[in-house]
């Protein structure tokens, strides 16, 4: 079984040492505040360049449940982003519509496995663009 926590503070500790992750994957670090606690929560994700907006996938590994970045960036859309060798505040919006479905089909064909995790659930995963506050 992965430790998935052990897993993310490896990446956090290599992206943030490095500037990236080490297999080259188009890798972000998401600061979202907890939706419970109110603590500062970091997570590494894969993302999509849109534009200048940055597009995140609530994925959760085709989980029947959304993941906890999700839930806290619904309840406070203000959130912390580090990508491309820069750290800013962003906005997070969720996309929906055809735009979303064009966002999701253009990550599925970069990255088929995340396709692969949405034929686990029926859940459709929320496709999230992060823009610069």
């Known amino acids: 079984m992965i430790d998935l926590q052990a897993m993310n503070e490896r990446v956090i500790a290599?992206?943030?040492a490095?500037?990236?992750h080490g297999d080259g994957l188009p890798t972000l670090l998401l600061t979202t505040t907890g939706a419970r606690t109110g603590r500062r929560h970091v997570t590494p994700?894969?993302?999509l360049a849109d534009d200048d907006?940055?597009?995140v996938f609530a994925a959760n590994g085709g989980a029947p449940g959304h993941p906890d970045w999700y839930r806290n960036l619904v309840a406070e859309p203000s959130v912390d982003v580090e990508a491309e060798g820069e750290a800013f505040a962003a906005h997070a919006t969720e996309v929906t519509?055809?735009?979303r479905d064009r966002l999701f089909a253009k990550q599925a064909k970069a990255f088929p496995r995340l396709a692969e995790h949405q034929s686990k659930t029926t859940r459709p995963f929320p496709v999230i663009a992060l823009s610069r506050a």
Request: proline share 0%; charged share 25%; hydrophobic share 45%.
């Open 45 to 47: 994700m894969l993302f």
């Open 53 to 55: 907006r940055y597009i």
């Open 97 to 99: 519509g055809a735009a």
């Open 14 to 16: 290599e992206f943030r």
């Open 18 to 20: 490095n500037g990236r």
